[in-house]
């Protein structure tokens, strides 16, 4: 209802009394008297017209009676007809009638009157601003429903940052019998008293801190206002917009940890508890997609220890819902469900966004504005509903969001919230369950959990670090990350691939060393030495020219003869600098070439030197001819370098007698997704027991496969009940992983660990490495596996197409 303040005479009247109401613009511009006070015949002038335009809807309405539906115009509802909105007019035009303006500038209220007028004139109603503070709305609500939580459920939501906003603000609803007292309230929170049936008396205050960071200082100030002199049990709940846990927030990006040490410090200094959650762990997210995804607890409970001794069995839970950013909160007070009201009128009309993104949108929304716009534009409203109507009937279909279904995947959404990894796993099998993995997880996570090993140990679960082989962190792995993450050139020593070109070139350490620095464009030459102010000169000794670093090495007068006598095209026109310049070579040239460029470059530098400070002149020949011998040289002493440890042939060994021997192996099939795994036993004369092939479904690295393959080797000779055993593996790294019981983390040491605890199932067992020649049969039957994709067992002999090298490795074995 509407409270009216001040006099409210005859509409009529007041408008005939004044002058000049019926006059044009024109007339009304020629007149001797302020502007402002032209502006207030105009406006009378209007509502007079306004008033009539209304007086004959009135009439037609009367004489339409029942034609009309009651969503049309009504009498008493229109703002240009009421008596009391004219009468605010002619207070406020004879107010300012009287006033003297020397200045004849324009009231402020002037200028709101006009646009209230100019709203009307449209019918804009609902966005006219009031005209003056002497009126006020009032809401009354009658009838309310039901019990709205009797049962001490206190539910407060807040949303917006001014409570002056029509969508936003702070609420606050409560049951007929909680005697409420207001303490304080504003745009970011309501503090009351609240005293229960029985005389229980606390204090509660919703809050809605301010979420722009510079801000959030505000909130913590507020809340130590309103913590200041509080004796009673005292509870807290709202959107607080910071989380207090570095946990609580799940981005790429870390919180602010200033900002939360300051809620730590506001929450400690009031002695407050955080009362925690059950469901889901975040009350907010900013709904984007991949790396901008931001998830954060920002809405909690917070209370006084003795607010906690009147409730101990106060819980708080965290609602899944997907009308909005944040997730609602609720409190159950004292364990008892609360029955929230059902809404009998019908639901508003509201434009979903998500329907543009159907691609039949258009044709439905076509067909159904036709059907609608049939009744005609005289029935605009009721064409309106009915195609609000239908929409909602075809959202219905194409969504089913039917409260049934809804209801069902809150529960499913709460069930896979509290579910643990320990329901994906198979403990009798010792096995991931496939079923519940496909119904959980996307195909690409499926694999990687998958990837996963499970050990028949149940250990203790450990943080391990991905970025070693060993799952230890180390202070190297700080720096490579650090060089991998910044790809400036000061920071690529270990990132960008010519640097490993460069040590990699066999050529003497003073060479490799010259050519860093000429790829840093740090020697010194003239136009680096006047840059330090060493030299005044930065032209070059021989032509003139300014010396570069590619100056000296390619576009000097005297350097180009040098390479125009060298058989070898070396010149690239559209490089811009040196670096450019040596990495086209690596590109397009043998190593060898690479080596003999690198070493005349060299020369070129020597040459140069020699002219400067010893005042010799080198020729190109002779150049050239000191760049190869030292290169030859070099070559000669330094080859095995280059070319490793030559060692004669490996031979398969038998095993001493009364031992069987077992040798394995792994292969890797990354695009299949495959690894194969072979096995071969044999006894002290190199007769074949048994041969193995074996397929696994996993992205693994050769490392994990080759842990596996021994695993699996263990496992099935404590199978076959052999007691003394030789393993053989060409994974050194496995092999004195496990004979130096070497401390590593992650899925590789699971498998180690797991070799281990099976090694007291045997009299003897022996982990060897040998090389791959030694274990060609092993690798066969592995690359078999990825390739077939199956398992295979053969008994004595093995299969056929491994007699080759069965004979190869024991000759004097006759099969």
């Not at 007292?181 to 801190?209: A, P």
């Not at 643990?420 to 496939?434: F, P």
């Not at 996993?698 to 055993?725: F, M, R």
């Amino acid at each position: 209802m509407k409270v009216v303040e001040g006099p409210s005479p005859s509409t009529r009247q007041l408008i005939m009394d004044l002058p000049h109401s019926l006059m044009t613009d024109e007339e009304i511009d020629a007149l001797d008297v302020p502007e402002y006070v032209k502006n207030m015949h105009k406006l009378k002038r209007n509502a007079l017209a306004l008033c009539q335009v209304n007086l004959e809807i009135a009439q037609s309405i009367r004489e339409e009676g029942e034609k009309l539906s009651q969503d049309s115009i009504s009498l008493d509802d229109s703002e240009v007809f009421n008596p009391d909105f004219l009468s605010q007019i002619d207070d406020i035009c004879k107010c300012h009638l009287e006033a003297k303006d020397s200045a004849n500038k324009v009231d402020p209220t002037i200028s709101l009157l006009v646009k209230r007028t100019v709203e009307l004139e449209f019918g804009r109603n609902e966005n006219v601003p009031d005209l003056d503070s002497g009126v006020h709305e009032v809401e009354e609500k009658e009838g309310r429903d039901e019990d709205e939580g009797g049962d001490k459920d206190a539910d407060v939501h807040g949303d917006g940052e001014e409570g002056g906003r029509r969508a936003g603000g702070l609420a606050l609803l409560w049951s007929e019998e909680v005697d409420i007292s207001l303490k304080n309230m504003g745009d970011h929170c309501i503090d009351v008293t609240v005293q229960e049936e029985g005389g229980v008396l606390w204090r509660f205050t919703g809050i809605y801190g301010w979420s722009e960071s510079s801000q959030k200082v505000k909130t913590w100030e507020m809340m130590r206002e309103l913590g200041e002199n509080n004796n009673l049990a005292w509870l807290l709940v709202g959107d607080f917009n910071e989380v207090l846990y570095e946990t609580e927030k799940n981005s790429r990006n870390p919180c602010d940890f200033a900002s939360v040490q300051q809620f730590r410090s506001v929450v400690d200094e009031l002695l407050l508890k955080d009362l925690g959650a059950d469901g889901y762990p975040f009350t907010w997210s900013n709904r984007r997609a991949d790396d901008a995804f931001v998830e954060e607890r920002l809405d909690r409970a917070l209370a006084s220890e003795s607010w906690m001794d009147l409730y101990s069995n106060a819980a708080v839970s965290n609602l899944i819902w997907d009308g909005s950013d944040h997730f609602p909160i609720v409190m159950n007070l004292g364990g008892h469900q609360t029955n929230a009201p059902t809404s009998t009128g019908q639901q508003r009309f509201r434009f979903e966004a998500k329907w543009l993104q159907e691609a039949n949108f258009d044709n439905v929304m076509k067909e159904v504005w036709e059907e609608a716009h049939l009744l005609g534009m005289g029935q605009w409203d009721l064409s309106v509903k009915m195609c609000g109507e239908k929409l909602k009937e075809w959202d219905s279909k194409v969504y089913k969001k039917t409260p049934k279904r809804i209801r069902w995947l809150k529960k499913r959404l709460e069930r896979l919230t509290d579910a643990r990894v320990a329901d994906l796993i198979d403990a009798e099998n010792v096995s991931w369950r496939d079923e519940v993995l496909s119904e959980v997880f996307f195909d690409v996570d499926v694999r990687r959990i998958k990837n996963i090993h499970l050990s028949r140990r149940l250990p203790e679960d450990e943080i391990c670090w991905v970025g070693s082989v060993d799952g230890l962190f180390k202070v190297r792995d700080a720096y490579r990350l650090a060089i991998e993450n910044d790809n400036t050139a000061s920071s690529s020593l270990g990132f960008d691939p010519i640097w490993k070109h460069i040590w990699a070139l066999c050529i003497p350490p003073k060479v490799s060393n010259f050519l860093w620095r000429a790829t840093w464009d740090i020697l010194p030459h003239n136009v680096n030495l006047k840059k330090k102010r060493a030299v005044e000169e930065s032209k070059c000794i021989r032509c003139g020219l300014e010396e570069t670093t590619l100056h000296c090495f390619r576009d000097c007068e005297w350097v180009r003869e040098a390479w125009a006598k060298d058989g070898t095209v070396w010149q690239c026109a559209s490089v811009v600098n040196f670096k450019e310049w040596l990495a086209w070579i690596f590109e397009f040239f043998p190593k060898e070439q690479q080596e003999v460029f690198v070493m005349k470059i060299w020369q070129l530098w020597k040459c140069r030197n020699e002219l400067i400070f010893q005042n010799t002149l080198c020729s190109a020949g002779l150049a050239w001819e000191r760049a190869i011998d030292i290169l030859r040289h070099h070559r000669k002493f330094n080859g095995s370098k280059r070319e490793g440890v030559k060692r004669a042939k490996d031979r398969w060994l038998l095993p001493s007698p009364g031992f069987i021997k077992i040798n394995v192996d792994a292969a890797v099939n990354g695009e299949y997704c495959r690894v194969g795994l072979g096995m071969v036993a044999r006894d002290e004369n190199g007769q074949v027991l048994r041969a193995w092939s074996r397929t696994m479904s996993h992205d693994w690295p050769a490392e994990k496969a080759e842990a596996a393959a021994v695993l699996w080797a263990t496992e099935e000779a404590i199978a076959q009940g052999w007691s003394n055993v030789v393993l053989e593996s060409d994974a050194q790294v496995i092999i004195n992983a496990i004979n130096s019981r070497l401390q590593r983390r992650g899925d590789i040491q699971a498998m180690l660990e797991d070799v281990l605890n099976l090694v007291p199932s045997f009299e003897t067992i022996k982990f060897s490495f040998c090389y791959r020649e030694c274990n060609e049969i092993a690798h066969r039957l592995a690359k078999w596996a990825t390739s077939n994709f199956c398992d295979e067992v053969w008994l004595v002999g093995g299969p056929s197409w491994i007699a080759d090298l069965i004979v190869s490795d024991s000759p004097n074995l006759i099969i």
